[in-house]
Each structure stands twice: as C-alpha cells, then as structure tokens.
C-alpha cells in the first residue's frame, strides 16, 4: 500500500506563497502519477496539477502565468506544489493524490491552505 502526508499548509496573504509537500511511504516504487487537488468548503474537489513517474506535468486551466509548479522528488520520494502569487481563491484543504501501475488510488489527509484578502 502507498501511504501519504501532506505539509507545508497554512496561512498566507494574497500574492504570498507556500510550497506544499507530499512525503510517500509504503511500496512508492509501484507509484506511477501523482498530483494534487483541493477543496473548497461547500465545492467539489477539484485537480490543480499532476506529474507522471516520467515528469510530466500538467496543470489546471486556473493556473496562469505559471502561479503553480509541481514537481517530484524521487530521492525523497515525495512530490512538491510551490504555490506563487496566492489567491483568495486559492483557498481550501489541498490533498495529494498518487495512482499505482495497477490503477490503484490513493489520497492524503489534506493540508489547509487558506488566502487572506
């Protein structure tokens, strides 16, 4: 099983920043895409970014001008969202998110990420 741990939530101002990080424990090897997605009280979770085993990266269209990078850390065996530029918007419980080479699913416990005005 894949295990993960999300850090690096909190507190910010608009146009501030935060980098959010996923640690991955259990059998990571078999870990193919991973990403990110958030969600906002009374929302649908939604995707912000996801990287494949090959680092590929792909985002969300609410991500302009590069506001958002996602990136992996295969040493660490964890996966990275450095946040710029933070919006209001931006604000909600951001979850990690990884699926196997079989297709499994697996989700963190969520970070909150909150924007001040």
């Known amino acids: 099983q894949v295990h993960l741990v999300e850090s690096g939530g909190g507190l910010v101002q608009a146009g501030g920043s935060l980098r959010l990080s996923c640690a991955a424990s259990?059998?990571?090897?078999?870990?193919?895409?991973m990403g990110w997605y958030r969600q906002a009280p009374g929302k649908q979770r939604e995707l912000v970014a996801t990287i494949s085993s090959g680092g590929s990266a792909n985002y969300a269209d609410f991500v302009k001008e590069g506001r958002f990078t996602i990136s992996r850390d295969n040493a660490k065996n964890t996966v990275y969202l450095q946040m710029d530029n933070l919006k209001p918007e931006d604000t909600a419980v951001y979850y990690c998110?990884?699926?196997?080479?079989?297709?499994?699913?697996?989700w963190g416990q969520g970070t909150q990420v909150t924007v001040s005005s």
């Open positions: 259990g059998l990571i090897f078999r870990i193919n895409v």
């Open positions: 998110h990884a699926v196997t080479q079989t297709q499994r699913n697996y």
